[in-house]
């Protein structure tokens, strides 16, 4: 049987940082995850934006997260050594009615202690992004809001969890909980028993599942599907950015920004499923956010799409971002309703949960080892001649490029398979270094991926997935 203090029940952003955060103090950390990476459902499949909370819900937890969060950024992403880029936001008002709500949203954004938004005149948000819509009347700025790549948040947070002493266990289900005179003292996986002290349930879109096997299941999770386009670095019609359309209740709405890596990304939209598996895109979804994004950027070129993909938001419901502890089951911590914002929140989810397990009980020493720095894989197409240079007199592989759409280099794949978290699909290694990710997305480079994945894990290619277990790239040798 496996022991730890505190055992993380999900390996998402908002797990990872919690994670993270634990490991500043002397406890055994240890973070269970189904899927065959850390990431889990909506982490990984998201619109990238670190949201400042303009246009939260005010004087509620998601709102005081959020709102906390935004400035940690600076700080965490130099040390997480993750891109991260503060283009701001602009919020267009195209008709009469969305120019009548400008105040409300420039009021409800100071109450959420967001007082840098500005009221800007249509013809200088068109002098800012001349590709927006000419009757643009009028629109707010929200110069904080800003964009990341939330793959590497997650893989950051994981290892410098790692580094610093949690541990992980990756393609591990959580199949029941023990409970003895108002305790949890043992979880069941599929990896055996692991008894511990305290259990954080931070599942996302599983969070009811696992709430229900201590009895605590109050509330439902219902994905909510957003599917979005994601567009080539060519292509003809570009924004600066983050476009916003004005929200409604159900959605913050189809947007359009860059992404930190250069495309352009165009969604989501926001419709409610019972599937939690259904990660499918379709014609209707997609047709309708071309017609909505195309009254906020009327030239947006879809032609230059280079895929489409969708991502599931955990709704709750009812409704609302909760952290929830008990008097009957007083080592317990239930997280639920962590949505679309739950990227940016998990900054402050980390702290927020950290401080909840120590008023439950959970030791207050101090890990005087604790490092907060994490060195990523070096970016090859980054670096100058110069230091491409050097690095190739270090180690031959990195001058093999094989992803030419992104310059992804044999160097960087291989690293990213002998990462703390080690990559060990060919998603892994997408998400990790971006092989795959670009024009052709990984029609040339997808072989070689292949190939190296196994050579470096020492299996044969047949024994290589996609992402989870079983999904295989092939079947077998034809001849």
Request: with cysteine; aromatic share 6%.
């Amino acid at each position: 049987m496996r022991n730890t203090d505190v055992l993380i029940i999900g390996a998402g952003a908002v797990g990872c940082s919690i994670a993270r955060e634990l490991t500043k103090y002397q406890v055994r950390v240890l973070v269970v995850e189904k899927k065959e990476d850390v990431g889990g459902d909506a982490s990984k499949a998201n619109s990238a934006i670190i949201h400042t909370g303009y246009d939260a819900s005010p004087d509620t937890l998601e709102s005081q997260l959020v709102v906390a969060a935004n400035p940690m950024y600076d700080k965490l992403t130099k040390d997480l050594d993750v891109p991260f880029s503060r283009i701001g936001g602009i919020l267009p008002a195209i008709n009469q009615e969305q120019y009548e709500k400008l105040p409300a949203l420039k009021e409800k954004a100071f109450k959420n202690r967001v007082y840098d938004v500005e009221y800007l005149s249509g013809k200088e948000l068109l002098k800012m992004e001349p590709n927006l819509n000419p009757e643009t009347k009028a629109g707010l700025y929200i110069p904080r809001e800003s964009i990341i790549d939330p793959f590497l948040l997650v893989v950051g947070y994981a290892e410098n969890a790692q580094q610093n002493g949690a541990d992980f266990l990756l393609g591990t289900e959580v199949t029941g909980i023990h409970k003895e005179q108002g305790k949890i003292t043992a979880v069941e996986t599929t990896a055996g028993e692991i008894s511990c002290k305290w259990v954080v349930n931070a599942a996302g879109l599983h969070c009811d599942e696992i709430a229900a096997m201590v009895g605590k299941n109050d509330y439902t999770v219902n994905p909510r599907k957003g599917q979005f386009y994601v567009l080539d670095k060519n292509t003809s019609c570009k924004v600066e950015h983050i476009i916003l359309p004005i929200p409604t209740k159900v959605t913050k709405g189809k947007l359009m920004c860059p992404t930190i890596h250069g495309n352009m990304l165009v969604g989501p939209t926001a419709e409610d499923l019972s599937d939690k598996e259904d990660r499918s895109t379709d014609a209707a979804g997609l047709k309708s956010v071309a017609e909505d994004v195309r009254h906020l950027i009327p030239n947006v070129n879809l032609r230059d799409t280079i895929t489409q993909y969708s991502g599931l938001r955990p709704n709750r419901n009812p409704e609302g971002l909760h952290v929830d502890t008990y008097d009957d089951l007083k080592n317990y911590v239930n997280l639920s309703g962590v949505r679309s914002t739950g990227l940016t929140a998990s900054a402050s989810l980390g702290k927020y949960v950290a401080q909840t397990l120590l008023k439950l009980g959970m030791p207050a020493e101090m890990n005087p080892d604790f490092n907060p720095v994490r060195k990523g894989i070096v970016r090859f197409r980054e670096l100058t001649r110069e230091q491409q240079d050097q690095m190739i007199q270090k180690n031959p592989l990195y001058g093999r490029v094989i992803c030419r759409c992104e310059t992804i280099t044999e160097g960087e794949i291989v690293a990213a398979i002998h990462s703390p978290i080690p990559a060990r699909s060919m998603d892994a290694v997408k998400r990790r270094v971006r092989a795959g990710l670009g024009r052709c997305q990984g029609g040339f480079c997808g072989p070689r991926v292949l190939e190296i994945l196994a050579r470096e894990m020492g299996v044969s290619a047949e024994e290589i997935n996609k992402n989870d277990k079983g999904s295989y790239m092939i079947a077998g040798k034809v001849r």
